[in-house]
């Protein structure tokens, strides 16, 4: 019977076992937005991970929505991320970069002066966020002109290219949570009239030309996809979702990603894990709210070649271990998830040996 403790070979990543650590923001990057020492700890501590996928990392300035969260567009964050992933694998881990671009889900005072909120569609995601003068309203997007959108998917590409400089083993694009590849698939955001929206196949198209234009750098073999058909998070509706993510998930099979990583929520009108066994043939990540006997049962029957824990590895740097060994599980504290500096970040202790 397979297990969570077995290897797993995820396109060209070789896994030592099946216990993924999920993408986390963290919001700890200095005033660059890069990574800094406490993440180079943070990650080593956590590299008995079969994988570890980062938090979301902004592709360029106007991609970058909360404070403190790090980039991948600068030569000072790629030699940080070096730091990073020269740890992880010194370690024995492997680290996959999970590239995020919030698209309306900003506000201008989290980001660069210079940097814009650029989305689909002019369409305010109704909420507000976290700033240093406390929660706004999200700001209201540009849209994109056609003739910008190679650009877009250009930055992917180039962030592709600095993750792979700065040592990652791979890149994840995050398309769910109401962040712009979402926008793009969902109808509510999504009016456009062009290349790019209007049908289903206009509206999945950004994700697909996108995981291309990444797969061009990296290769199938180290790219990943991040979904939750049917999340409502940040504002994001759409008026068919089992059609989008049944046209979606036809389309990308043949791209052979390294892995699908689907974020499965039962309580949805619509079942995410039925959409993907029904239109989608590749390795499968599967994540929320599991836990050992869950995650194991799923392994053994074949339903995932992996699954991919958050919260737990926040207060649990050796969660492996603690699978292995039955033993009990760290809370975590919910004050220090997005507080600054090494409280609640690298000062959960490993148990004894
Ligand atoms: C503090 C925190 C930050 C998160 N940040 C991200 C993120 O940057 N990207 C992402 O795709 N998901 C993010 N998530 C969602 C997690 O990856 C995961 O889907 C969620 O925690 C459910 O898994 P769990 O039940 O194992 O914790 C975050 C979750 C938490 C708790």
Same mark, same amino acid.
């Given at each position: 019977m397979t297990t969570l403790f077995d290897p797993v070979q995820l396109g060209d990543l070789s896994l030592k076992n099946r216990i993924v650590m999920a993408p986390m923001t963290r919001?700890? @990057?200095?005033a660059q937005d890069a990574p800094t020492d406490l993440h180079v700890e943070y990650y080593r501590q956590r590299a008995t991970a079969g994988l570890i996928i980062s938090e979301g990392t902004q592709p360029?300035? +106007?991609?970058k929505g909360y404070c403190r969260t790090p980039g991948i567009h600068s030569a000072t964050q790629i030699a940080a991320w070096r730091k990073v992933t020269d740890a992880v694998h010194a370690a024995g881990g492997l680290l996959v970069m999970q590239l995020m671009h919030v698209g309306r889900i900003a506000? !201008?005072? +989290? %980001? =660069? =002066?210079?940097a814009e909120t650029v989305a689909p569609s002019a369409v305010t995601a109704r909420g507000k966020m976290y700033t240093e003068s406390g929660m706004l309203d999200f700001a209201t997007p540009r849209a994109l002109r056609t003739d910008e959108i190679p650009a877009l998917i250009d930055e992917y590409r180039q962030a592709t290219r600095n993750a792979l400089a700065a040592g990652c083993d791979g890149v994840e694009l995050? @398309?769910?949570? &109401?962040?712009l590849p979402a926008q793009f698939l969902s109808s509510g955001s999504n009016q456009r009239q062009d290349a790019y929206g209007g049908s289903v196949a206009k509206r999945i198209r950004f994700v697909v030309d996108t995981l291309q234009a990444m797969i061009a750098e990296a290769g199938a073999g180290r790219v990943g996809l991040r979904i939750c058909p049917g999340?409502?998070? +940040?504002?994001l509706h759409d008026d068919d979702v089992a059609g989008t993510f049944a046209a979606l998930l036809q389309a990308i099979? !043949?791209? %052979?990603?390294a892995y699908l990583h689907l974020v499965y929520? !039962? =309580?949805? !009108?619509?079942d995410g894990l039925q959409l993907v066994q029904a239109h989608y043939q590749g390795p499968l990540i599967i994540n929320d709210s599991l836990d050992f006997a869950k995650a194991s049962d799923y392994i053994a029957n074949g339903t995932t070649a992996a699954a991919s824990f958050g919260r737990y590895f926040v207060s649990n740097p050796d969660l492996v271990e603690r699978f292995r060994t039955g033993a009990e599980l760290a809370p975590f504290d919910t004050?220090?998830?997005? =507080?600054? &500096?090494?409280r609640g970040y690298i000062d959960y202790p490993p148990l004894p040996a």
């Open positions: 919001s700890r @990057a200095d360029s300035l +106007n991609g506000h !201008p005072l +989290n %980001k =660069a =002066a210079s995050h @398309a769910t949570s &109401g962040y999340n409502p998070f +940040n504002d099979t !043949p791209l %052979k990603l929520l !039962p =309580a949805l !009108p619509v004050t220090t998830l997005y =507080a600054d &500096g090494p």
